[in-house]
């Protein structure tokens, strides 16, 4: 590439910004340039062109007055000079659109939002192609850095003795679920519709009633419809479309920004994926499958492309690989089976699709999830086995303090399953929630600020074990009001305070967080992106600093999860400790739940 | 394209700030503008009155999940 | 045997394109084949679901069009391309079509006179048009060198008032019919850049200055200098009406017996108004001087438009408003001796005729 000789000129009485701002960019990429003092006359500037012996004009123009006549006399001027063949004259500003440059005259057209770059390359007559600088071009395993050696030996040495306890229980146990699970990885795997149909009987035998009706009579569930062939391939038309212009913006302005994760589940799987590519395109990392409530209390999946009146997104094979096939390869997708009775066959379904993470909790599930913890122990330590095998990390969310379970008890569970995980294999992921939670609003840590203690629970979790830490879920929850401004400045700010932990990633919200009237909407998920990535920038590298208090409930954390845990250890078993309420009690706001009670088996 | 709200991809929300007295005439006021305006199928998402009236966010939904979704067909898309 | 003619409108509302539309109407009846491109585009009416100029032009089949790329879906034209040009614009390269089936076209040409000269030698020496119509944009005027000739649209959205109306288009007319030198071979074959003093014989030394343009004080200073020297002032580019003016205020008496020669008319034109521009002319002359181009860019015909938008303070809304029409076909067709035609109401008839005798010149 030469070397080009540039000249910046405003057209104006003031100095425009933007032409400095090129002025740089021209710089840096090695070319020569005069800028212009203003106003000047036209004539003056055609011939500070012949003096200068320019090869490339760029003009500004913010007034839009008179623009039009002014700006064409210009490139008349230009013309009538002989310049007009030997240089290439841009014109950029507030008033400018490329329809207007070219009906001016001009060799291009600089309007607001243009970039530096765009300048450099219009110089260097180059093709410009919009900044694809940092995009990410692979997905990032925020697993990778972490070791998850444990600083805190004495807790380590008591989840120790927990993990055991839970393996040799569940050794001859086993669940209709793990019994599913397997039937659809046979399912899946099958390449005869004969074979597969055998499989299906016996699934539908190990299946509650309304499912069984489905495989039986095709019975489909009130509220629920296959949609139409006709609407699962308009789907792959419009993704394919949709694919095409994509270029999505970039989140993080620092290494150091956590990966930014969204929850979708708005009941259809393709208004799923039309939010999902939405949120792709202005910047989200990641994104996670919500399952509606009620699949965690039946016993088995369906099967096809099924669409749901409520929210949260029907898990079938079909409806989840249609997800994934939409996904930009550089999207994290996480399934959850953190609760319910599908959790081993979730894990497997997404395992099998090609998910990249997963999310279980024994604590949570049984505690908050509604789902008996017994039941759930022993499918949970099935569905941390084929997330091993299937390498997907899981994070073990902390939702139960949303409960009122105080953080200590809470993160006692998180690290119990954690452990455990680690002892199958797994790659667990700490997530601690930031959140407004009924033990802060009771006990007044956060009526000063939202900042402390947030920022204790991730010192604490790092004085403990060095492991990647994921804030949940979705951060902020509690602080957000239906006022839209508010919402996203809420979720903004939690991001940033995360970023300035060092943690690894955050699950956000829409601004439609703390409405519950209807369905979210497409634009308060960019809302919250937009709010997040502005928060990002805004703070660089620059760190929040919390209050001494931080540290303090950090410690007080650490230690009340010590003694939670010698609890659970004294009282001998895990699931036990659950019902009694060691890792938070019916006077907390937990309670055990009732799904799958009484349906562990012993192995034959 | 028959109707230019099929390329809504779910809601229309409209912001806007209404003089009136309190809020429960702002949720009137609200609900009657959305009427005007020929949304059929309308939430009110936020109200806040202080004073000289009230910020209003309102939503009329075109497609809620589930629904047949036109933008999705639309082969010029 | 072609004619190459502009059209160019003193401001939008002009006519320009009704002028346009007219001539091709004519021309269609006359089975001539025709070439239509325009300087840029005149994005005054931007549609504002394609984002693109309204298609205001209807063409008919085998018309060869030059415009851009993305100006090829606006309208309702089919065409067949013939040329994917080089020539790049802010709305996609140049292109230049056949008309295979009849519709509107929106029409987006090159913009730089270079550029027009190259399509315009496409459509006539390889695409066989006869007669190529250059739609000109908003107020450019430069590129119009590149035709045989021009006609402008004028009216009252340029001037309510008729007699500065009138006395503008004349001193445009003026300006575009300065004497020219075309017979003089010596000046024709210096290909200078650069302004030249010419000595009193031609055959001494010449001074060459260091801009082809004279649109700054120490230019005018320079010539002032040498201009014991020198008996022609040959100035190849722009001339701008404050340097001129410049000039004439130092030079005065020094005039006489000299000549000032311009490459075109259009070179003055270009650098500020056309009645200032006269005056400054007409000193020279009063002086003594002499004032020459080299090449003449004929005014075919003048249209003119009584309407122009009218702005009603009380409604806070535009209205048509019309000035006289009579008087103004009147003292215009007094002042100028061409063809002055109200377009809308006379239509191109005598237009087309103008056009007709100028391409029987031509061959």
């Not at chain 1, 039937?183 to 539908?204: G, H, M, P, V």
């Not at chain 1, 010590?562 to 036990?576: A, M, P, Q, T, Y």
């Not at chain 3, 994917?84 to 089936?101: A, C, E, F, Q, S």
Request: charged content about 25%; proline content about 4%.
């Amino acid at each position: 590439m030469s070397r080009k000789k540039v000249l910046l000129a405003p057209l104006d009485p003031v100095h425009d910004i933007g032409l400095k701002m090129i002025k740089r960019g021209l710089e840096q990429n090695g070319h020569d340039t005069i800028l212009m003092p203003p106003d000047h006359t036209q004539e003056e500037i055609i011939k500070a062109i012949i003096d200068n012996k320019a090869d490339v004009v760029l003009i500004s123009r913010t007034l839009g007055y008179g623009v039009a006549e002014i700006l064409g006399k210009f490139i008349d001027l230009a013309e009538a000079a002989g310049l007009r063949d030997r240089v290439k004259i841009g014109i950029g500003g507030m008033a400018i659109r490329p329809e207007l440059a070219a009906e001016l005259g001009f060799d291009a057209g600089f309007g607001p939002g243009t970039t530096v770059e765009e300048a450099v390359a219009f110089v260097e007559d180059r093709e410009y192609i919009p900044a694809e600088t940092g995009v990410k071009q692979e997905k990032k395993d925020i697993t990778a850095d972490y070791k998850y050696d444990f600083n805190n030996k004495r807790i380590e040495k008591l989840l120790d003795t927990i993990v055991d306890g839970i393996l040799d229980y569940v050794s001859d146990k086993t669940t209709t679920a793990i019994m599913r699970a397997e039937l659809r990885r046979q399912i899946i795997e099958s390449t005869s519709e004969s074979e597969k149909d055998k499989f299906r009987r016996e699934y539908a035998k190990l299946c509650d009633d309304v499912v069984k009706s489905f495989y039986e009579a095709g019975k489909y569930r009130e509220k629920t419809r296959p949609l139409s062939s006709d609407e699962v391939s308009a789907l792959s038309k419009y993704v394919g479309d949709v694919n095409s212009r994509m270029r999505p913006m970039k989140l993080q302005h620092t290494d150091k920004n956590p990966v930014v994760f969204i929850q979708y589940g708005t009941g259809c799987p393709f208004m799923d994926i039309a939010h999902i590519k939405s949120c792709e395109a202005w910047g989200a990392d990641g994104v996670i499958h919500f399952d509606p409530s009620w699949g965690a209390r039946t016993e088995g999946f369906l099967e096809g492309y099924i669409t749901h009146e409520e929210d949260g997104s029907i898990i079938t094979y079909e409806n989840l690989k249609s997800i994934k096939e939409s996904l930009a390869p550089y999207t994290l997708w996480q399934v959850r089976a953190h609760r319910g009775l599908n959790t081993p066959e979730t894990v497997v379904i997404a395992g099998k699709i090609g998910a990249d993470l997963t999310k279980i909790n024994i604590a949570y599930g049984s505690l908050s999830g509604g789902t008996d913890p017994e039941r759930l122990t022993v499918d949970a330590v099935a569905a941390i086995k084929y997330a091993a095998e299937f390498s997907m990390p899981f994070d073990v969310v902390t939702n139960e303090e949303l409960s009122g379970v105080p953080a200590y008890k809470a993160f006692a569970g998180m690290l119990i399953v954690s452990k455990l995980g680690l002892r199958l294999g797994g790659k667990p992921i700490l997530q601690p929630l930031f959140c407004y939670s009924p033990e802060v609003m009771i006990n007044g840590q956060m009526e000063d600020n939202y900042v402390d203690f947030n920022a204790a629970k991730i010192y604490c979790l790092r004085n403990i074990v060095n492991a990647p830490i994921w804030c949940g879920a979705p951060i902020g929850f509690l602080t957000q009001t239906e006022d839209r401004v508010q919402s996203s400045l809420m979720t903004a700010l939690h991001a940033s305070l995360a970023s300035s932990l060092g943690v690894d990633g955050i699950s956000i919200a829409s601004s439609d967080e703390a409405f519950s009237k209807g369905p979210i909407t497409a634009a308060s998920r960019i809302d919250t992106l937009r709010a997040t990535q502005a928060s990002f920038r805004f703070f660089g590298h620059a760190n929040m600093e919390p209050t001494e208090n931080a540290k303090k409930w950090a410690e007080e954390m650490e230690e009340g999860i010590e003694k939670v845990l010698e609890s659970v250890v004294k009282n001998g078993s895990f699931i036990d400790a659950l019902y009694q309420g060691l890792l938070g009690s019916r006077e907390d706001g937990a309670y055990p739940g009732r799904a799958g009670r009484n349906s562990v088996l012993t192995k034959a | 394209m028959s109707d230019i709200l099929e390329k809504v991809m779910d809601a229309v929300d409209l912001e806007t700030y209404l003089v009136c007295k309190d809020e429960e005439e702002a949720e009137k006021f609200t609900l009657e503008l959305m009427e005007k305006l020929g949304f059929k199928d309308t939430t009110i998402v936020f109200i806040q009155h202080q004073g000289p009236g009230a910020r209003i966010r309102a939503r009329g939904y075109i497609y809620k999940p589930g629904d047949r979704y036109s933008w999705l067909f639309d082969q010029s898309n | 045997m072609s004619l190459i003619v502009g059209i160019a409108g003193t401001a939008k509302n002009t006519g320009k394109t009704t002028t346009t539309s007219a001539i091709l109407n004519e021309l269609y009846k006359i089975n001539i084949s025709i070439g239509l491109t325009s300087i840029g585009y005149d994005g005054e009416e931007i549609d504002n679901i394609t984002r693109l100029p309204k298609p205001r032009l209807f063409v008919r089949e085998n018309t060869i069009l030059a415009t851009a790329q993305k100006c090829l879906c606006g309208g309702n034209a089919k065409y067949e391309i013939l040329e994917t040009t080089d020539i790049k614009t802010p709305l996609g390269n140049i292109n230049i079509v056949r008309v295979v089936k009849e519709g509107l076209a929106v029409v987006a040409g090159p913009n730089k006179g270079s550029q027009l000269r190259y399509v315009e030698n496409r459509m006539i020496d390889d695409f066989g048009c006869k007669i190529v119509l250059v739609d000109g944009a908003l107020n450019r005027i430069a590129p119009m060198i590149e035709t045989d000739g021009i006609i402008i649209a004028t009216g009252a959205a340029r001037n309510v008032n008729i007699d500065i109306l009138v006395k503008e288009t004349k001193a445009l007319y003026d300006l575009l019919n300065l004497a020219d030198i075309s017979n003089d071979e010596f000046l024709h074959s210096v290909q200078a850049d650069k302004i030249i003093l010419f000595p009193e014989n031609l055959n001494e030394e010449k001074k060459l200055l260091n801009y082809g343009s004279l649109i700054d004080d120490s230019t005018v200073k320079e010539i002032i200098d040498r201009i014991e020297d020198t008996r022609i002032i040959f100035i190849p580019a722009l001339i701008a009406e404050s340097a001129l003016k410049q000039l004439n205020d130092g030079m005065g008496k020094l005039w006489a017996n000299r000549t000032l020669v311009i490459k075109d008319s259009i070179k003055l034109l270009t650098g500020g108004e056309p009645e200032n521009l006269l005056n400054e002319i007409n000193r020279i002359k009063e002086n003594g001087g002499n004032v020459k181009t080299l090449r003449k860019l004929p005014l075919l015909a003048i249209t003119v438009n009584p309407f122009y938008p009218k702005y009603r303070f009380e409604k806070d809304m535009y209205e048509p408003g019309y000035i006289d029409k009579h008087e103004l076909l009147e003292k215009m067709r007094k002042a100028v001796k061409v063809p002055v035609i109200d377009i809308k109401h006379e239509g191109a008839t005598t237009l087309l005729n103008t056009l007709l005798a100028c391409l029987e010149k031509q061959s």
